[in-house]
């Protein structure tokens, strides 16, 4: 049997139909999710042209962040920005690669939700040929307006109404929630259709594996070298097991493999940027995949709260992040209240 396509996955759970399983039909949010998955397509072919079709290398210019931007973050930027705004299912939009909110153009129409995303997640691995992704947050709008302002997205996490990420590594793989548990799709080159290769995802409680940048160990505060040291201790430590470490530097290929074979992943707080409580940003990349996580029953802290709880205070907001396994992310998060 062919497997679900996403559209039939959005059809039967969020629909356009009568013939629904249950919730209110909300084509806006199909459209949305549709038109999100469209962008990723286009993405994922240039991904796979790479140098072919001149995508990469420095584009010259800095985000918000103060980061160079590649010519990838740009255009996946565009694209992203272009096919959500032309679904009407939005009245405004937050990009890492953007300062202020996005309007829609004014040709289009507009919709009851607000879109927040990193177009190109792990930009250091686009030049080399590894695994990168497009993150995704959807909130609803208080208020459906052609202005959005920075306020209408300081809601929490747990306002998210569905989250996702598009992961471009040997497959390009749609990973989606919307509040049903954690799907999903693969994309099939040959027909263009996400096909959907996995549903009510669930990630151990325990966990074997962790993901940290070492290199940044002498900046981590105390709780973060405590935890750290007991699993680097193995079994000759109070953890008494071996812990296997892996880094790839993509959030999105982080999340991933947690999905698949399960552990833990952290960005602390460190002192090389005391004012800065972390790396990652709260409403593009932290929320949607706190999100994912809960709904495939781990969990996300910043090392105090859920992640979810935090009410921003700025759309690039960063915040330090510890997700996966639920036993490890609570443990981690006990250290800091010790
Ligand atoms: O968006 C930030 C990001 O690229 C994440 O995807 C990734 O987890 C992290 O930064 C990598 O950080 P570092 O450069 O410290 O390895």
Same mark, same amino acid.
Request: aromatic share 6%; charged share 25%; net charge negative.
């Given at each position: ?57 420095? #584009?010259?210019?800095?985000? &918000?962040?103060? =980061? ?7 255009? +996946? @930027?565009?694209? /992203?920005? %272009? ?114 290769? #996995?549903?009510?995802?669930? &990630?151990?409680? =325990? ?7 070492? +290199? @940044?160990?002498? /900046?981590? %505060? ?117």
């Amino acid at each position: 049997m062919t497997p679900l396509s996403l559209q039939e996955y959005l059809s039967r759970e969020i629909g356009y139909d009568a013939e629904r399983m249950d919730g209110t039909p909300d084509p806006a949010l199909a459209r949305l999710i549709t038109g999100i998955s469209e962008a990723c397509k286009e993405i994922s072919a240039k991904v796979r042209e790479g140098a072919l079709a001149g995508v990469l290398g420095l #584009a010259g210019s800095e985000n &918000v962040q103060g =980061e160079d931007q590649k010519k990838l973050d740009i255009i +996946s @930027n565009d694209i /992203f920005v %272009e096919a959500v705004s032309r679904t009407g299912s939005v009245c405004g939009m937050v990009s890492e690669e953007v300062p202020e909110p996005i309007a829609v153009r004014d040709d289009l129409p507009l919709g009851p939700y607000l879109a927040c995303f990193d177009p190109l997640d792990g930009s250091s691995n686009i030049d080399i040929n590894v695994s990168i992704g497009s993150i995704f947050a959807i909130l609803p709008a208080r208020e459906i307006k052609r202005t959005p302002e920075t306020a209408d997205f300081l809601q929490p996490g747990t306002a998210l109404v569905a989250a996702g990420y598009c992961m471009y590594g040997p497959q390009t793989i749609l990973v989606l929630t919307i509040g049903r548990g954690v799907v999903m799709f693969t994309l099939d080159d040959e027909t263009g259709i996400f096909r959907q290769t #996995a549903a009510d995802v669930t &990630v151990p409680r =325990e966990a074997a594996e962790f993901a940290i940048n070492m +290199s @940044n160990q002498r /900046f981590w %505060e105390k709780p973060v070298q405590r935890y750290i040291s007991e699993l680097l201790a193995g079994k000759d430590g109070p953890r008494g097991k071996n812990f296997n470490m892996r880094w790839i530097a993509a959030m999105v290929a982080e999340v991933h493999r947690i999905l698949m074979r399960g552990g833990i992943f952290m960005y602390p707080r460190d002192s090389r940027n005391p004012e800065r409580a972390g790396k990652l940003r709260l409403l593009y990349e932290a929320n949607p995949m706190s999100m994912i996580m809960e709904q495939a029953g781990a969990a996300a802290t910043n090392g105090h709260v859920a992640i979810r709880t935090i009410k921003p205070t700025s759309i690039h907001e960063r915040v330090a992040v510890f997700l996966g396994a639920a036993e490890e992310v609570e443990r981690a998060t006990a250290y800091h209240e010790d």
